[in-house]
């Protein structure tokens, strides 16, 4: 019986890893064919795509004949190219946004979590539910009404048009909040004895506690902000203003449709940052899931 059950499970075990892998590839096969075109001339890649016949002489197209760097420097540099590419301004804006929008999302989301859960006020709950069910309408329908804020703040083809909208939202304090249930309240009844504020609280003992939860907000707000297209194309129009994301159509049309590599080494550039910030955030990653699934649970 034992034995059946092991290899019922050994099974199972198999099964779930060959889909993945599965999955995994086909996930993987479209940023390959970018990175390796990426190394390619324009002329070698418009020719090659031309000309191929077969699957199999596809397969050979895909990869350069030699490896071609000239993409790469050329949209830093402008060199070989008709335009300005103003991709270091972009990629400098996108950090500032990220970054500033993470930290702002972490220290709100925190502060309001902590406030919800751990302080008494009148009707606390009845604020917090119903902050809930207003953000369960579309973010599409507050576009006009955000754009036109940020127009009478005069913050048109500004940063802080990217930075401060959305840095409020109620589903990361409804899960620091659930998490922070399971913080024992006897810590801060205890320090409240020592003579602690409810800030001194929640600086010394609460944010400690927060740590995994508070990693897996502040790495969902980074994504956010790096990969935001839609609220930057509204409210930038100057490429020396835009984030890199959304900076990607205005080098398309900058660009031209004849220079398609640079156009590629341009998303390759985009993808580095957050994937080497996802390489060394990994565990808090890994660990933050395992929180979401514990408060659906």
């Known amino acids: ?147 036109k804020i940020c127009n009478s703040l005069g913050w048109l083809n500004n940063l802080n048009a990217l930075i401060w909208p959305g840095c409020a939202g109620i589903m990361n304090i409804f899960l620091i909040r659930n998490f922070l249930k399971g913080v024992p309240k006897e810590m801060d009844e205890a320090a409240r004895i020592d003579g602690a504020g409810s800030f001194a609280i929640y600086r010394i003992l609460i944010v400690p506690a927060m740590k995994p939860v508070l990693m897996i907000v502040g790495l969902s707000a980074f994504r956010g902000a790096w990969n935001d297209y839609f609220w930057p194309s509204i409210v930038m129009t100057d490429p020396k203003n835009q984030t890199l994301t959304a900076g990607l159509a205005l080098l398309e049309n900058a660009l031209g449709g004849t220079q398609w590599t640079n156009m590629l080494a341009c998303i390759i550039i985009s993808m580095i940052f957050p994937f080497v910030l996802y390489l060394f955030c990994q565990k808090y990653f890994l660990k933050g899931i395992q929180i979401q699934a514990a408060v659906k649970g």
Not at 67 to 72: A, E, P, T
């Open 1 to 147: 019986m034992q034995s059946n059950m092991k290899r019922n499970k050994e099974l199972v075990r198999v099964s779930c890893t060959a889909a993945l892998s599965l999955i995994a590839i086909f996930w993987v096969i479209p940023v390959v064919w970018i990175i390796v075109n990426s190394f390619k001339t324009n002329v070698e890649f418009q020719v090659g795509y031309a000309n191929f016949k077969g699957r199999w002489e596809y397969l050979r197209t895909i990869f350069p004949k030699s490896l071609n760097f000239g993409s790469y420097v050329a949209v830093f540099t402008g060199e070989g190219l008709s335009t300005t590419t103003h991709i270091t301004t972009m990629l400098k804006n996108s950090v500032i946004v990220s970054v500033a929008r993470t930290a702002i999302v972490v220290v709100i989301s925190s502060l309001s979590a902590y406030a919800y859960e751990r302080l008494d006020f009148p009707v606390g709950d009845k604020i917090f539910w119903g902050l809930f069910y207003v953000s369960l309408i579309p973010n599409i329908a507050s576009t006009l009404p955000l754009f």
